[in-house]
């Protein structure tokens, strides 16, 4: 997991926020829809957050401006450069780390009332001992009644549709224009695929293309749901993009 994986972030950490027509906006917006899904969970700030797949930043900056103390930790130390680097410049406070989920028991002190893994991070976990090693070490950093948060592809569909071709989105943001797509080669047992980021800028007449290369494990929600069972955790909910505003599916559990 970690050689492909690390790849995948180190390699698109400068890029990252092309993804977004307004990178800025999207972590006051996820900032704010986060704030109000812990709030309901009874998790308001001042409250310690791990943010352990942080990327360059998206929620954990986001949380952070809100008032949440937040820990920030990615497998990539691009990554965790680069949401070093927003944080200065928007001016929010967290501390951060190199860590990977897997083993967050031995790379990261101390407990927290939430723990995050968004993003579509956890299906990066190709086999069922490294989802286990994940949810046990996720679980590990909670303080008794905390709560783990984390978001998926709705793979229970996208399982059986097996899409090899996302729609083209082309932005016209501050960075400048900008095309964007994926294409995804599914293995034949359906169990995994490779994603496969274009982003194409004009450059000079023409247009210069970017390509970064991801393999994912299509998860179905129980495997998620019983994983976190064996790591001891309880009360799982989902929460629907529509309940929540969030652009993926979010899973929450407890630790008693």
């Keep these: 997991m970690s050689g492909s994986v690390l790849d995948f972030y180190e390699g698109l950490a400068e890029e ?3 993804l977004f027509a307004n990178w800025a ?3 006051e917006r996820q900032g704010a ?6 709030r309901r969970c009874e998790a308001p700030p001042p409250r310690r957050v791990l943010d352990c797949a942080c990327g360059i930043g998206t929620q954990a900056l986001g949380l ?3 008032g949440y103390v937040v820990h920030a930790t990615d497998l990539s130390p691009a990554a965790v450069a680069r949401a070093e680097r927003e944080a200065r410049a928007l001016g929010v406070t967290l501390t951060t780390g190199v860590a990977d989920m897997r083993t967050l028991d031995e790379q990261v002190a101390g407990g927290f009332h939430v723990v995050l893994a968004l993003d ?3 299906p990066h976990l190709l086999t069922d001992e490294d989802l286990d090693a994940a949810a046990r070490a996720m679980a590990s950093r909670l303080v008794s009644g905390g709560l783990l948060a984390l978001s998926v592809r709705d793979y229970d569909t996208l399982m059986a549709q097996q899409p090899r071709f996302t729609s083209e989105r082309v932005l016209d943001a ?6 964007l ?4 080669d599914w293995a034949a047992d359906g169990r995994t695929y490779t994603v496969h980021q274009f982003i194409l800028r004009p450059e000079a007449g023409g247009w210069q293309t970017t390509e970064h290369t991801g393999v994912y494990r299509a998860l179905q929600r129980v495997e998620v749901e019983r994983a976190l069972a064996r790591a001891g955790l ?3 909910r989902w929460h629907s993009p529509e309940e929540t505003g969030f652009h993926q599916p979010l899973l929450t559990a407890r630790r008693p």
Excluded: S
């Design 16 to 18: 990252y926020h092309l």
């Design 25 to 27: 906006q999207a972590v």
């Design 33 to 38: 829809v986060l704030d109000a899904l812990l």
């Design 64 to 66: 952070a401006g809100r």
């Design 120 to 122: 579509n991070a956890v």
């Design 174 to 179: 501050p960075e400048g224009r900008r095309i």
């Design 181 to 184: 797509f994926q294409l995804w």
């Design 234 to 236: 309880v009360d799982t």
